[in-house]
């Protein structure tokens, strides 16, 4: 059997006709990270191998192999242990290319095939399977073999070495295909990259582009228009892994961190300095940070605090074409240049994905006055809540409740909040005149509750809020749920507190009601048996009478979770042509592919 040394030697006469080095090294330089350690090419066999360093991998590309001794020399000359084999073939039935990806196996290298047939015996020989896509077209029509190997070393060689990252087994697939807004997508995403590090992004993004593979960034999977949601054709990008908080500097209040890093992790590193995370989601214990800042997500404290964007002071962005940016800044005030940052926020991945935040913390307040006051009805309670605006109180929660969800959530903890009504305000005040704040705020519920008390006690408070929070889990508890996103003038809120409850009556179809009565965003609740679609029917007519009475009211389809795939539909008749038409413009420029996120937010 030939040595290395004599395929090296027969190598050099054939370069110059069989295999361009320079063009090989140059595709291998596009993917970071990356080095051609060298070539070897055999025209007259037409064997081409060729050995890369990336990540610390070392990766044997195998292709064109004609004869199976020529395969047992190079996947034995090239790879060992710790080794990938990235092994082409159309077919996946040459038994030249068969041969060399068992002897690298064999060897202990991990194997990757790409190819058309993932029945093939190919496929079946392999660690990893990926189904060719196209690129690899002008290798199979007979192309140089410069230009198949660039192709291929271009498309391919990130997703072989990033492995386990790039998960295709069912179970996998099946557990980022949705979110929690009760879609259910009709197939599932061909794979999950689970991301630890901006590198992986950036690679991942990079063979995206390549491939033309549309990508899909998650967090938690905590969201509820669908935005997450993936299907085939589509790779899912898992960035919950990347949960780490990178800075706290007290002295400025400002936090840098992952996008992983849960909401309520990190409001709890920051309370270790007297400062707190102000963005406060029902979900805050196990959503993530960039989940928040796709959706612009608000919360119970956003009466008074605002929404994520008014926290967010820069971001660190993977472009879709793997290019990093980073915008905003770190000082508190700061307008040079457009705002980029406050137009990713809130844009559901569709412009790049958030690989880093640069976050506002604030000072912990000294005092908190919590108060309950209950209702004979729903519409009351919604009334009072619009009072205490009118009377120029400014709480830092002001939540509502209602009858069907105050049940539910009895059930869940064993309370009786039900019992005390039709409805609750829950309303909390923070600062130094929390006290005297939380006083004027009894005297303003009492013309229309039949009950208040207060409390500065922060167990009680405390106790009040998990109630709160535990409205959607409880809900989820009676059957398949969707939870809309509607947004009032506060003024308007009885009036949407009151159509919501004739759109229940006439529809026939259960509808829970919770509000983020501070800024009037209001969470009505279709609640459906168990399996049963809440996207078509009776629960979707339902849903979209919703949509009309709040944008009748003068209001918005959401406040802060996104118009994701369930409402883009209705997106043009809020914002209009000329607006739908300028953004999907912004988009073209951010993604000209449009890889990212595809049919969401526009």
Request: charge should be negative.
């Amino acid at each position: 059997m030939a040595t290395l040394a004599a395929v090296e030697a027969e190598a050099v006469a054939a370069t110059a006709r069989t295999l361009d080095v320079a063009a090989l090294a140059a595709a291998a330089d596009a993917v970071a990270g990356a080095r051609v350690v060298d070539c070897y090419g055999i025209g007259a066999s037409g064997l081409l191998a060729a050995e890369f360093d990336h990540k610390a991998a070392r990766v044997g590309l195998l292709t064109r192999l004609r004869t199976e001794a020529h395969a047992a020399l190079v996947s034995s000359a090239l790879l060992g242990a710790g080794d990938v084999a990235l092994v082409v073939s159309h077919s996946g039935r040459t038994r030249a290319v068969v041969a060399a990806a068992r002897r690298a196996a064999a060897n202990g290298a991990r194997v990757v095939a790409l190819t058309s047939a993932p029945a093939s015996p190919l496929a079946a020989a392999a660690d990893h399977v990926l189904v060719a896509t196209g690129r690899e077209t002008a290798y199979r029509a007979g192309a140089t073999a410069s230009r198949a190997s660039s192709l291929l070393v271009l498309d391919c060689l990130h997703v072989a070495v990033a492995q386990p990252l790039l998960i295709t087994d069912e179970a996998a697939r099946a557990a980022v295909a949705t979110d929690r807004s009760g879609h259910r997508p009709a197939s599932l995403p061909d794979g999950v990259v689970r991301a630890r590090d901006v590198d992986d992004v950036v690679q991942t993004m990079r063979w995206a582009t390549a491939t033309r593979t549309p990508v899909v960034a998650r967090g938690a999977g905590t969201g509820l228009a669908a935005s997450s949601s993936a299907s085939a054709g589509q790779v899912v990008l898992d960035l919950s892994g990347m949960d780490r908080v990178l800075q706290l500097r007290p002295e400025d209040q400002v936090a840098v961190v992952e996008p992983g890093v849960l909401t309520a992790d990190l409001d709890a590193a920051a309370g270790e300095h007297g400062l707190f995370y102000a963005p406060d989601p029902a979900s805050s214990s196990i959503s993530t940070v960039g989940g928040n800042i796709a959706t612009n997500a608000g919360g119970l404290r956003c009466a008074k605090y605002g929404v994520t964007r008014e926290a967010v002071l820069g971001l660190d962005l993977v472009l879709a074409d793997g290019r990093r940016l980073r915008t905003g800044r770190q000082t508190v005030k700061g307008v040079a240049g457009y705002d980029l940052t406050g137009l990713v926020v809130g844009s559901e991945g569709t412009l790049a994905v958030v690989v880093g935040a640069t976050l506002r913390l604030r000072p912990r307040p000294q005092a908190v006055a919590t108060l309950a006051a209950c209702f004979g009805d729903v519409v009351q309670a919604a009334a009072a809540a619009a009072d205490i605006t009118a009377a120029r109180l400014q709480p830092s929660v002001l939540e509502l409740v209602d009858a069907v969800t105050l049940e539910a959530v009895d059930a869940l903890r064993g309370s009786s909040l039900r019992s005390r009504g039709e409805a609750v305000l829950v309303v909390q005040c923070d600062g130094r005149g929390a006290q005297e704040e939380i006083e004027a705020v009894g005297r303003v519920v009492a013309a229309r509750a039949t009950s208040w008390s207060a409390t500065s006690d922060p167990a009680e408070a405390e106790e009040l809020l998990a109630a709160r929070r535990a409205a959607l889990p409880a809900l989820e508890r009676l059957g398949d749920v969707f939870i809309e996103d509607v947004a009032v003038p506060r003024s308007q809120l009885a009036a949407a507190v009151a159509g919501i409850a004739e759109v229940s009556r006439r529809t026939g179809v259960r509808i829970a009601t919770v509000a983020h009565a501070g800024d009037g965003n209001l969470h009505p609740i279709v609640v459906v048996e168990r399996g049963a679609s809440v996207t078509e029917g009776p629960p979707w007519e339902a849903s979209c009478a919703v949509f009309e009475l709040a944008l009748r009211l003068g209001g918005t389809l959401t406040g802060e979770h996104g118009v994701g795939l369930l409402k883009r539909t209705w997106l043009r008749e809020e914002v209009g042509e000329d607006s739908l038409a300028l953004q999907l413009g912004i988009k073209a420029v951010f993604d000209p592919l449009g890889i990212l996120n595809p049919g969401k937010a526009l």
